[in-house]
Structure formats: structure tokens, C-alpha cells
């Protein structure tokens, strides 16, 4: 029973690193722990289902919000986005070189890495520009430049008046 449970708590630790949701990491734990309980008791299979389910349970309510919560803020410059490309849009970055449309990419710096980035408005958007990006397609962001990003330059303008006090300009 041993073997089992070592073997259900690798397969579990595998599908986490696919996944990183943080539930299949607790499932593991619990694999491990009854795996533990099996080589002290190898006929106490109640014991050793036991074990799992309350690791696993004591795991996924007390220990995963807290570990969620430390995986995805903000430290810094540096944004761990949730999901795929859910954090990556509408993130502020600066151009690391000239950014070009289809024909001449470039890159950008986002969360800690270096990304290849096109040119949304096809324009060439030069080195150290602020831009938004506004589109991911597969390992490549599309970006505009801040004050030129569609429906942006009204919601920046509303945030900045919004942190200066008194009206002030914070340029």
C-alpha cells in the first residue's frame, strides 16, 4: 500500500506543477502522509484513507489561502499574474528596444522577463517608452504606447487627477 500511496502523491505533485492551483500540491501532501501511516500500520487502511483526507482537507482550508495569497501580490516591479494571460493585459511596462509592428518586433519588460512585443497602433515605438499591453497571442504582447492606447487616455487622466491632491499635476 505503500508503493500506492507514494505513487498517487507523484502523480499528484506532477499534475500541480501543470496546473499550480495549489489543491493537487495538498492532495500529495496527504498521499504522503498516509503513505507515512502505511509503513507504521500496513493493514489499517481506514487510517491510512483517514490520513489523506484530513491532510488534504487541513491543507487546502488552512495552509493554500495564505500560500495564494504570498503566490500571486505584487513585490516590487513585478506582477505574478493568475492564469495564463489574465494578469499580463493591461499591465504597464517600458519598451527594453524598439518595438515595431508585424514585420520588426521587439521587446518589453514585464514580470521580471524579457517578452517579445509588437506594436499595436503598426507605429514603431521607440526604446524606454511606457506602454500598455493590450493583446496576448501566444508568447508575443501586443503594446501601445500610454497615450495612445485606445479607451486609455481618459481612464489615466481620471486616475491622476484622482492622486494629486488639490488638483495638482503630479508631471
Known amino acids: 500500500m505503500v508503493v500506492v500511496w507514494v505513487l498517487v502523491g507523484l502523480a499528484m505533485l506532477g499534475f500541480e506543477l501543470h496546473h499550480l492551483a495549489l ?4 492532495v500529495a501532501i496527504g498521499a504522503f502522509a498516509a503513505a507515512g501511516v502505511a509503513v507504521a500500520a500496513p493493514s489499517a487502511i481506514a487510517a ?3 490520513t489523506m483526507v484530513v491532510t488534504t482537507a487541513l491543507g487546502i482550508v488552512a495552509v493554500r489561502p495564505f500560500v ?9 516591479d513585478i506582477h505574478v499574474a493568475r492564469g495564463v494571460h489574465g494578469g499580463l493585459t493591461g499591465q ?12 520588426s518586433p521587439g521587446h518589453v519588460g ?3 522577463e524579457r517578452w517579445l512585443a509588437l506594436s499595436g497602433s503598426d507605429r514603431p515605438i521607440p526604446t524606454g517608452t511606457l506602454v500598455v499591453v493590450t493583446a496576448v497571442t501566444g508568447t508575443t504582447l ?3 504606447r500610454v497615450d495612445e492606447a485606445p479607451g486609455r487616455v481618459q481612464e489615466l487622466d481620471i ?12 508631471e
Not at 495564494?68 to 516590487?76: A, E, I, K, T
Not at 486616475?159 to 503630479?170: F, K, L
Open 159 to 170: 486616475e491622476r487627477s484622482e492622486a494629486a491632491p488639490d488638483g495638482a499635476d503630479e
Open 68 to 76: 495564494s495569497r504570498v503566490f500571486h501580490h505584487r513585490r516590487d
Open 92 to 103: 504597464e511596462v517600458l519598451t527594453l528596444d524598439l518595438v515595431g509592428g508585424t514585420g
Open 142 to 144: 501586443t503594446v501601445w
Open 110 to 112: 514585464l514580470a521580471g
Open 23 to 26: 489543491y493537487a500540491l495538498f
Open 48 to 50: 491510512q484513507v483517514l
